[in-house]
């Protein structure tokens, strides 16, 4: 059965949970807070309006931040009259009205409004409340005062700025989590991807080898020297390296071992055993393997080529006459390892024309640890499996498997 769940949605053991509030919620908290923090600034030393009116001004200024995600521009219009209007009106001194407006302006733009049109309005905000605050008229700094003008002029377009570069901010890592979730399908579409080819090639060689066993032993059984014992070995052996192998395999699959890198399974001085396993059943092997080739060979070459072996004499065994094969490993150059297996079978009809997924899996084997592989029939007869792999994988650089 499959499973959507990635590395990355397992909880870690001794990780704490965080307690993530709804946007709403969190939105609803700031607005009262902002209007705490207002009320408590200003109305101790409000004199000369009635009591609700300061009240009431906190209130229009804080409540509209409640939809400051839904209606950015708005609730930055709505907060930011609310807050001249209590400036010029209730004497609101600084910094408070300039503190709220300058969040709602910011938080329009994080949350998509746009920054230039944000900014123009901002800027005649800043101006206004200098001039009908009566701060110093705008007329009078434009005379005596122009750079400070400008200054002033400037101040309203940070919270724009500041909202912009936090927008920015913002979409970056929203870019790099869809590129990891990304990196995650692909890494998972691969692993299931070799999975398969590992379950095919390993059911599907000791299946076989089983088979035969049980066929062989079966017409054995009626000669003189009949002996079921060495039968029920033979295929109780192959079952029995058949679930080790699986198992091996299908471990890593658990749920606490998402991170680990699958282990190596085999290596190539296992070559030998197979050779060996496959001339019990009855097809003999000759195999040449160099005596220095398997320290020299990274760990996840080494598997491939096993793999690569096993599917090719298990096609042997499965879909030809063959009385005999051969196995070849071997240098070829100095960072590249050639791989030949040949049979003198007799294969179907059209079996190179449409290859199974046999076949498939041992060239897409070859072409992911960054060398090549082809299969077809011998022009005298026969078959033959080569491929052509590098000593360390593509991407040994990345690679952090022993």
């Not at 005379?143 to 724009?160: K, Y």
């Amino acid at each position: 059965m499959e499973t959507t769940r990635t590395p990355t949605d397992a909880p870690r053991a001794g990780a704490p949970h965080r307690l993530r509030l709804p946007a709403p919620a969190r939105d609803a908290l700031i607005a009262a807070g902002w209007a705490v923090v207002f009320a408590w600034w200003e109305i101790p030393g409000a004199t000369g309006a009635p009591w609700w009116a300061l009240p009431l001004a906190v209130a229009c200024a804080c409540l509209p931040l409640v939809w400051r995600r839904r209606y950015p521009l708005a609730v930055a219009l709505a907060t930011g009259s609310a807050t001249l209007a209590a400036a010029v009106l209730l004497d609101v001194g600084a910094p408070m009205p300039e503190a709220v407006a300058a969040f709602a302006a910011g938080s329009a733009v994080l949350h998509r409004a746009p920054a230039a049109l944000v900014g123009a309005v901002s800027v005649p905000w800043i101006l206004a409340l200098f001039t009908l605050g009566g701060e110093q008229p705008v007329p009078a700094l434009l005379w005596e005062s122009p750079l400070q003008l400008v200054m002033i002029a400037l101040t309203g377009t940070l919270p724009a700025l500041v909202g912009l570069l936090l927008r920015m901010r913002a979409e970056r890592a929203g870019q790099r989590r869809t590129a990891e979730r990304s990196r995650i399908q692909r890494e998972r579409a691969r692993e299931r991807a070799r999975i398969a080819r590992d379950v095919h090639d390993i059911a599907g060689h000791h299946l076989s080898a089983i088979r035969l066993l049980a066929v062989g032993g079966r017409e054995s059984l009626h000669g003189p020297r009949a002996d079921p014992d060495r039968v029920l070995s033979a295929i109780a052996d192959t079952a029995g390296r058949a679930v080790g192998e699986l198992r091996e395999l299908l471990e890593p699959l658990r749920e606490e071992r998402w991170e680990e890198p699958p282990p190596p399974q085999v290596r190539l001085a296992d070559l030998p055993h197979l050779a060996q396993a496959v001339e019990g059943v009855g097809l003999p092997v000759e195999l040449t393997l160099p005596a220095d080739l398997d320290a020299r060979v990274h760990p996840r070459v080494a598997e491939g080529v096993y793999r690569i072996v096993q599917e090719a004499l298990g096609n042997a065994l499965r879909h030809s006459s063959a009385r005999r094969a051969r196995v070849r490993l071997a240098h070829h150059g100095t960072d590249m390892l050639l791989v030949d297996v040949v049979d003198d079978g007799l294969t179907a009809p059209g079996a190179a024309a449409a290859p199974g997924l046999g076949l498939r899996g041992m060239r897409d084997r070859a072409r992911e640890l960054g060398g090549r592989a082809r299969a077809g029939p011998e022009p005298g007869g026969g078959w033959r499996v080569r491929a052509l792999l590098p000593l360390a994988p593509a991407d040994h650089g990345e690679d952090t498997r022993p």
